[in-house]
Nanobody
Framework: QVQLVESGGGLVQAGGSLRLSCAAS????????MGWYRQAPGKQRELVAS?????NYADSVKGRFTISGDNAKNTVYLQMNSLQPEDTAVYYC??????????WGQGTQVTVSS
């Protein structure tokens, strides 16, 4: 069973930066897209950024966050700059396949203090 392992979360002051990483424990054969979602307390999980045939960002993070990935290595990264308190959430890595189930990471906490 392939698992996604995330790292890089933590506590940072407003205006600071963090880089999230996500690596699959095994080969995922037919990747369609890779992405990051987040869920803040009391809110629904939302897409932050995804990369596949094209790259998409939530309006709230455009110009501040950058997603990158390596299909061959089954890894995806999220560089987060100019972090704000409203970015505080649990961030989840996601890999979608053309054929087969989606994979999700266990989540990593990002906390931005004002």
């Amino acid at each position: 069973q392939v698992q996604l392992v995330e790292s890089g979360g933590g506590l940072v002051q407003a205006g600071g930066s963090l880089r999230l990483s996500c690596a699959a424990s095994g080969k995922i054969p037919s990747i369609n897209s890779m992405g990051w979602y987040r869920q803040a307390p009391g809110k629904q999980r939302e897409l932050v950024a995804s990369i596949g045939g094209d790259t998409n960002y939530a309006d709230s993070v455009k110009g501040r966050f950058t997603i990158s990935g390596d299909n061959a290595k089954n890894t995806v990264y999220l560089q987060m700059n100019s972090l704000q308190p409203e970015d505080t959430a649990v961030y989840y890595c996601n890999i979608r396949q053309w054929y087969g189930p989606d994979y999700w990471g266990q989540g990593t906490q990002v906390t931005v203090s004002s």
